[in-house]
């Protein structure tokens, strides 16, 4: 008896719909959603998002049925057209130093990864991304040699904040002892090419009714894109520090190819008219020590000329090392001598000392190298096991 097998196409299978995540919308995006769905009537929005609100970002719940001033049926209808689900997290890794990474999966293909470092700001000090990728190519920044996939939504951005406050059992949102009390733009990608969704994230953020961090405790930090810098400043308000790591065009063209588009006087013209700007708020300056390429006398000098009148700190960043970078760290030394040349000159120049080095989670390692490991286990396992 014969067998016929049937290999013609059956019907395509439906697609589930994806219920959207209320988890990082803002305000007035929570209010549209629950009118849009019919979940709520709209003279009700506003009230009813100020409530979801709360539970979202105070208590940090991911259940609708944890609502307990919220009705039974209520939270049923938003459980079916809502989620609060977050994002997966594909890698967890603690260094011998506390500091801890995350590789967050947000979407199909797209990973970001975010760092949490102890012992910074106030109390510890969430590193965001803002971009998957970079188009900066920075030539010290590991990063940067990953092309730009696609700017990160403001729910990607807050999911961030989110993941990592559930990490470290932070909700609901404390107003003492917080272990995370600051947040820095400065993972993978420039937020000022992203300036509308990291501008969004911030006000969901720095919103006194949910994670409350204070706006003067969120750094934007930025490679120099000027027309954006007054954008920055008046529609979020957070702190500025700049990605500078040179005193001349020649040479920070070379390490940050950016300069060539906007040189260092337009930058320095921009910097000094940033909104709210004063010695209460202060622009960091960041500068990665490169050995015998920025790290003489003369550039530490060069550099106090160059600040000169700008309220300012200075950020000494010892290089991190990667495989095939063109590089060295600066010596010790070498670095101590060039920070007490500031020091002299007025600016306070701490030295970072640096972080998660042994997970690849220090300053311009993210992503590329997770992206690496990862495949050189896939080459190990299948070589391993052929079949």
């Not at 977050?86 to 011998?96: G, L, M, T």
């Not at 790290?295 to 000494?316: C, M």
């Not at 190298?369 to 299948?382: D, I």
């Amino acid at each position: 008896m014969g067998v016929t097998l049937d290999l013609s196409r059956g019907p395509a299978a439906a697609a589930v719909p994806v219920k959207p995540n209320l988890a990082g919308l803002t305000r007035a995006e929570l209010a549209q959603a629950l009118i849009d769905t019919e979940v709520v009537r709209p003279d009700k929005a506003r009230m009813r998002a100020t409530q979801l609100w709360r539970w979202i970002h105070h208590y940090g719940v991911t259940d609708f049925a944890a609502m307990t001033d919220v009705a039974k049926e209520m939270r049923a209808s938003l459980s079916e057209a809502f989620t609060l689900a977050r994002p997966e997290i594909v890698e967890r890794q603690v260094s011998q130093d506390g500091t801890r990474k995350w590789l967050i999966r947000t979407a199909p293909g797209i990973e970001i990864e975010t760092v949490y470092i102890p012992d910074v700001g106030r109390a510890g000090a969430l590193c965001v991304s803002s971009q998957v990728g970079c188009t900066l190519n920075c030539t010290f920044c590991h990063t940067g040699t990953q092309a730009l996939v696609r700017n990160l939504t403001a729910a990607e951005i807050v999911a961030q904040v989110q993941v990592a406050r559930d990490d470290l059992g932070e909700w609901p949102s404390p107003k003492e002892d917080r272990r995370l009390s600051n947040i820095v733009f400065m993972g993978m990608g420039e937020p000022l090419y992203n300036l509308d969704n990291v501008a969004a994230a911030i006000d969901v953020i720095a919103d006194n009714e949910g994670i409350a961090i204070s706006r003067r405790r969120i750094t934007v930090s930025t490679s120099g894109v000027v027309p954006e810098l007054q954008a920055l400043g008046e529609r979020t308000g957070a702190m500025l520090a700049i990605s500078l790591h040179a005193t001349n065009d020649a040479l920070r063209e070379e390490l940050v190819p950016l300069n060539k588009k906007y040189p260092i006087a337009e930058l320095m013209a921009g910097i000094r008219a940033y909104p709210g700007l004063a010695n209460a708020k202060r622009v960091t300056f960041e500068y990665v020590m490169l050995k015998g390429v920025n790290d003489s006398p003369a550039e530490a000098k060069a550099l106090v000329q160059l600040l000169k009148g700008i309220p300012a700190k200075i950020n000494l960043i010892p290089f991190n090392p990667w495989p095939g970078s063109p590089y060295e760290c600066s010596d010790w030394k070498t670095i101590e001598a060039f920070a007490a040349i500031l020091n002299r000159g007025g600016y306070a120049s701490p030295i970072r000392t640096p972080r998660g080095r042994d997970i690849l989670a220090a300053c311009g390692q993210l992503k590329s190298e997770s992206e690496k490991l990862r495949a050189s286990a896939r080459r190990r396992a299948t070589a391993a096991d052929p079949a």
